[in-house]
């Protein structure tokens, strides 16, 4: 038929976001749209940190993709996208291809190991629904052990990288491990907790004070930082870290030392920095005027130069401005460019507490934790109204 096929590759925060676009916008008959995502569900990636400690049921950061979107108007296709064709307008996928008029890329990044010898095999990474249930298996599997065999490397948690992954993660660890002491009659103090950051602060361009008022929450739930220290290997019973190759014994080590790409960007020939690319002003792949790319392999910069962090933040933003330029092109219209509007940012520091920056105001503590309830439970509702907010939501 001539009528154009929109293919949108992953259902995470941009994917989702530029679907419902279209569906709302598009007129019957005025194009085919397919999102393609390799689990029939879409996840929170900004709750992952809960699950993976176990401080949240993982039942409460995905909900299947069916319940967002109007499957009369968009056809879902669950598989694993595995390559890109640009020059022929086709995608492979691991049981199929498609073929496209529009290509919106919306895939997310993957985990940057900057080559660490032994970290992508012995590390784990909070990167899916699928990875935190093995991270938080393994938390427990250690307690578990440990009654027995009482090797002290089992109550040993390491946890590389001090970004907002990392402190996320070790706080709701933190809380999660007082939590296992109670319940096996494990003294706390036999449990080690370690935040390793090769960075000379933590949370490296945040504001120092609330950098400060994070380490000081965390240290007070008993997690031992190192700053300025640099992981140099992953080894299966523990990390060999700075200059001196310290080794810190740990049967867990869950790395957060950052994000690149995804591979299938790289691997479709587009030109790209740490697997990521350099995006036009109206989302384009430059040189593309039929593929759009959104959210962690996207790259941007502000108006100062700087790049954009990859957010789940601007992933939102930018879905609609491509599915209005889709339908901009579509209808012969002019396409819109992108600008990002800053909401702040808000990290969670387990139960009760968070640091943030809204505008020019620092947050701190039991206000910073309610607001950050707020920006998730407004992720559920702009998604999913007001019943999935409810369902899924954390309220108290
Ligand atoms: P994603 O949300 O990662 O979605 C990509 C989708 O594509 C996924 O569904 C994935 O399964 C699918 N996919 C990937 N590869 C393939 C393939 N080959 N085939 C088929 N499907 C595929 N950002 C914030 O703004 N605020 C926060 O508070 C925040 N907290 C965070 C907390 C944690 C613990 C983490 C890890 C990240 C956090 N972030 C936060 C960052 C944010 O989650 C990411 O920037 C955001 O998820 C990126 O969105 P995206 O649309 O690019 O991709
Ligand atoms: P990141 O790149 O921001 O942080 C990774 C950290 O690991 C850095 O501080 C880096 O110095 C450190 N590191 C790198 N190599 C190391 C080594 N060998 N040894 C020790 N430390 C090492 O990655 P992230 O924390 O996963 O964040 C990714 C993106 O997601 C960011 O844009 C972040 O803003 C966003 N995010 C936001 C929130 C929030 O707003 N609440 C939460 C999580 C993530």
């Known amino acids: 038929s001539s009528i154009p096929k929109i293919v949108i590759l992953g259902a995470g925060y941009g994917g989702i976001m530029t679907a419902q676009r279209l569906?709302?916008?598009?007129?019957?008959?005025e194009a085919d749209v397919t999102l393609v995502n390799r689990h029939e569900y879409h996840y929170f990636t900004t709750h992952l940190h809960m699950p993976a400690a176990g401080t949240d049921a993982e039942e409460n950061a995905y909900v299947p993709i069916s319940k967002l979107v109007d499957e009369f108007k968009i056809d879902l296709v669950k598989s694993n996208v595995k390559q890109i064709l640009?020059?022929?307008?086709?995608?492979?996928?691991?049981?199929?291809?498609?073929?496209?008029?529009?290509?919106?890329?919306?895939?997310?990044?993957?985990?940057?190991?900057?080559?660490?010898?032994?970290?992508?095999?012995?590390?784990?990474?909070?990167?899916?629904?699928?990875?935190v249930r093995k991270i938080r298996e393994h938390i427990e599997s250690q307690f578990v052990a440990y009654k027995t065999d009482k090797k002290p490397e089992r109550l040993s948690f390491v946890v590389g990288g001090a970004g907002f992954t990392?402190?996320?993660?070790?706080?709701?660890?933190?809380?999660?491990?007082?939590?296992?002491c109670r319940k096996h009659?494990?003294?706390?103090?036999?449990?080690?907790?370690?935040?390793?950051?090769?960075?000379?602060?933590?949370?490296?361009?945040?504001?120092?004070?609330?950098?400060?008022?994070?380490?000081?929450?965390?240290?007070?739930?008993?997690?031992?930082?190192?700053?300025?220290?640099?992981?140099?290997?992953?080894?299966?019973?523990?990390?060999?870290?700075?200059?001196?190759?310290?080794?810190?014994?740990?049967?867990?080590v869950v790395w957060t030392g950052g994000i690149r790409g995804n591979r299938v960007v790289e691997e479709a020939g587009f030109e790209t920095m740490r697997g990521r690319v350099k995006i036009d002003e109206y989302l384009h792949v430059p040189g593309y005027e039929d593929i759009f790319m959104i959210g962690d392999s996207a790259l941007m910069f502000n108006p100062e130069g700087r790049p954009y962090p990859p957010t789940a933040q601007i992933s939102m933003q930018q879905g609609p401005v491509v599915a209005q330029n889709i339908l901009a092109a579509i209808r012969g219209q002019q396409p819109k460019k992108f600008t990002f509007s800053n909401k702040g940012t808000v990290a969670s520091l387990g139960k009760g507490e968070a640091v943030g920056i809204v505008g020019d105001r620092k947050l701190k503590g039991w206000v910073a934790a309610q607001l950050k309830k707020v920006i998730d439970i407004r992720w559920l509702f702009i998604i999913g109204g007001v019943s999935l907010a409810l369902k899924k939501g954390k309220f108290l």
């Open 23 to 29: 569906q709302k916008e598009l007129n019957y008959n």
């Open 86 to 131: 640009p020059q022929e307008k086709k995608v492979i996928l691991e049981d199929g291809t498609l073929s496209y008029d529009y290509l919106v890329i919306s895939l997310g990044g993957e985990p940057e190991t900057f080559g660490i010898p032994g970290m992508m095999e012995n590390a784990m990474m909070i990167r899916s629904i699928n990875s």
């Open 185 to 252: 009659g494990i003294d706390r103090s036999a449990v080690k907790i370690y935040n390793v950051e090769a960075a000379p602060t933590a949370l490296p361009g945040f504001d120092p004070e609330l950098v400060e008022y994070a380490m000081k929450v965390l240290q007070n739930k008993g997690v031992t930082f190192k700053i300025g220290v640099a992981i140099k290997e992953c080894q299966p019973d523990g990390v060999v870290v700075g200059d001196d190759l310290e080794k810190i014994p740990a049967n867990t």
């Open 166 to 180: 990392g402190i996320e993660f070790v706080a709701e660890l933190a809380d999660r491990v007082a939590e296992l």
